[in-house]
């Protein structure tokens, strides 16, 4: 299975900044995923990023709120831009391991704990 | 709509007993169903799976137990430990398309 890392594992930020949310993985990897998981709550994906190509994200998510860069095939980043509080929540990345072109599991990261004040 | 439906939402077991999670799912495309364990504080992490060709997956003291003609699909832990202690979310999905989670089950094993 892959090893995810991401940074910064937590961070509580003011309403109206940014964040940028980085996923290494240690592995070259074709797809990533980035999931939203809000409190007590299951896990939502925002979008899927493939290298060289723009991300595709999931209805009721947009491009200007949560930008993703996809630069090579161990790295990926997503921005939560002008956050309020309603974007405290726990930010996951992953990935498909396995046998390329089969059903392959989701590997996941630690996750970013942000709180918007 | 909810593609996955997972129930209890919580559960709690004496240690040693044996901890039953159910999810049940609509789309008969599906042809894999991992579950993930998720501590406070960590990434789910992937603990078991099965696809549909087979009826039950054993590893260790977990078990999947799969009803294909009834869309349903359970985890089995068997001689719950305090340090099963966590959040359990069962997913499906078929190749190359989303995966699709459960809301979760938060399992407390009392000692």
């Known amino acids: 299975s892959a090893v995810i890392s991401q940074k910064p594992s937590r961070d509580i930020c003011q309403r109206g900044t940014s964040l940028t949310i980085q996923c290494q993985v240690d592995s070259q990897v074709t797809m990533m995923f980035w999931y939203r998981q809000q409190p007590g709550q299951s896990l939502t994906l925002i979008a899927t990023a493939n290298q060289g190509s723009e991300a595709t994200y999931e209805s009721g998510f947009v491009i200007d709120k949560f930008p993703i860069s996809r630069p090579n095939l161990t790295f990926s980043t997503l921005t939560v831009s002008n956050m309020s509080p309603e974007d405290s929540s726990i930010y996951l990345c992953?990935?498909?391991?396995?046998?390329?072109?089969?059903?392959?599991?989701?590997?996941f990261g630690p996750g970013t704990r942000l709180t918007v004040l | 709509q909810q593609q996955v439906k997972q129930s209890p939402q919580s559960l709690i077991v004496q240690k040693g007993g044996i901890s039953i999670i159910n999810c049940a799912y609509e789309?008969?495309?599906?042809?894999?169903f991992p579950w993930y364990q998720q501590f406070p504080g960590k990434g789910p992490a992937l603990l078991i799976a099965i696809r549909p060709d087979v009826s039950e997956k054993k590893e260790g003291r977990f078990t999947i137990s799969f009803n294909k003609s009834a869309k349903q699909f359970s985890l089995h832990i068997m001689d719950s430990q305090p340090g099963d202690s966590a959040t359990y979310f069962c997913a499906a999905t078929n190749t190359g398309n989303q995966f699709y989670f459960g809301t979760g089950t938060s399992l407390t094993v009392i000692p």
């Open positions: 789309n008969t495309a599906f042809d894999y």
């Open positions: 992953s990935v498909e391991g396995g046998v390329k072109g089969a059903t392959d599991t989701q590997y």
